[in-house]
C-alpha cells in the first residue's frame, strides 16, 4: 500500500494523478474476461482507494469529483468477477518439521539468519502476526505505538518453567494506545520460543531496541516483514515444502495446539480470540501428521537432554 500511494504522488501535475488514479482502478481490478498476476480482489482495492483519499485529505488536495460514483460501478463489477474466480487455496500450516528445517538453514548463517529463525520460533509457539513482531523500517526512528522493543519484554516462572511475556501495541485487532501480551512457556528442546526470545536480549545488549533485529558495525538494523516472508519461503522452498508463508506459523501454532488436544479456552487466552474466528487459522491433521509431530517432540527433548 505504502508502495502505491508513493507511485500515485510521484505523477504530477494533478492531471497526471488523476490519469494514475483511473490506471490504478484497471490495473489491479479484476474483470471478467482476463487475468493478471496482479490482480486483486475488490475488498482490497477499497482498501487501497480508502489510502489514495486519505492522501488528498492530507495534501489538501481535491479528489476527483466524478471518482465516486464511477468507483462504486467499477468495483461492483470487480466484485462479480471475484465471485467468478476460484478461490485461492488455504495457507497451509508450518509444522514442527518445517521449523527444523529452517533450524538446518538459518543456525548455521550469519546475525540476520539467526534473528529470522528465532522470529519464526517465537511466532510459531506465541500464535503471532509476523506484523506483530517485526518493525516497520530496518533503520531510523521507529514508532513506541507499533514497534516491540526488548524492554516490553518479561521473565517469569510457571509450574512448568520459565516463561515470557511480550506486550504487543502493533497487533492487528489492538486499538491505538491499547497493549495485548503474547505469553512463551518454555520448552525442553532446541525449538524453545524462550531461549530465542532470550537470545535476542542478549544479542541485542543494554540499549531498548527493537527486540527482533541484529547489531552491525555500522548499527541495529531491525526485522521488516516483507523481507522475513521473502527469506522464509525460499528456505521452505530449497527443502521442497510449498504452500507454506509467514502467516502459517500463526496458523500452525493454533492448529499443533488444537491436534493435541489444547482446550479451545485456552488456544483463544494464547491466540488473542475473543470469538470463534480461532477456527479459522485451524487446518486439520492426518493421524500421520499428529504422530509424526509427536514423534518429533520426544526426539528433540531427548537430544537436548544429551
Not at 497526471?16 to 482490497?44: C, H, I, M
Not at 524492554?151 to 516463561?163: E, H, N, R
Not at 535476542?200 to 531491525?222: C, K, Q, S
Request: hydrophobic residues 40%.
Amino acid at each position: 500500500m505504502p508502495g502505491i500511494l508513493w507511485l500515485y504522488e510521484a505523477t504530477d501535475p494533478r492531471s497526471s494523478r488523476q490519469q494514475a488514479f483511473w490506471e490504478l482502478l484497471y490495473w489491479a481490478g479484476r474483470n471478467a474476461t482476463t487475468t493478471s498476476p496482479q490482480d486483486v480482489a475488490s475488498k482490497t482495492l477499497t482498501k487501497y482507494l480508502f489510502g489514495i483519499q486519505a492522501w488528498h485529505l492530507y495534501h489538501s488536495t481535491v479528489y476527483p469529483p466524478e471518482a465516486k460514483a464511477k468507483i462504486t460501478v467499477l468495483l461492483r463489477s470487480s466484485a462479480h468477477a471475484d465471485a467468478q474466480s476460484p478461490k485461492r487455496p488455504r495457507k497451509a500450516p508450518v509444522m514442527l518439521k518445517h521449523l527444523v528445517s529452517l533450524t538446518e538453514t538459518l543456525l548455521p548463517g550469519g546475525p540476520y539468519q539467526k534473528a529470522v529463525l528465532d522470529l519464526a520460533i517465537t511466532a510459531f509457539w506465541g500464535m503471532a502476526r509476523l506484523s506483530e513482531l517485526t518493525s516497520k523500517r530496518e533503520e531510523g526512528t521507529l514508532r513506541w505505538s507499533a514497534t516491540l522493543f526488548t524492554s516490553d519484554v518479561k521473565l517469569y516462572q510457571t509450574p512448568l518453567g520459565i516463561a515470557a511475556a511480550l506486550e504487543i501495541r502493533g497487533a492487528k485487532t489492538c486499538a491505538p494506545g491499547d497493549s495485548q501480551t503474547i505469553h512463551l512457556q518454555g520448552l525442553n528442546h532446541m525449538l524453545c520460543p524462550v531461549a530465542a526470545v532470550k537470545r535476542r536480549i542478549a544479542e541485542a545488549g543494554p540499549n531498548d531496541v527493537p527486540l527482533f533485529g541484529f547489531n552491525t558495525p555500522t548499527g541495529r538494523v531491525n526485522l521488516v516483514k516483507a523481507k522475513v516472508v521473502r527469506t522464509l519461503g525460499q528456505v521452505w522452498s530449497e527443502h521442497g515444502y510449498q504452500g507454506i508463508t509467514g502467516h502459517s506459523l500463526r496458523v500452525g501454532g493454533t492448529s499443533l495446539r488444537f491436534a493435541i488436544g489444547v482446550p479451545v479456552e485456552e488456544i483463544c487466552a494464547l491466540g488473542r480470540w475473543t470469538s470463534n474466528c480461532y477456527k479459522l487459522y485451524l487446518r486439520d491433521y492426518s493421524d500421520h501428521d499428529l504422530e509424526d509431530s509427536l514423534s518429533l517432540i520426544k526426539s528433540l527433548e531427548k537430544a537436548w537432554v544429551q
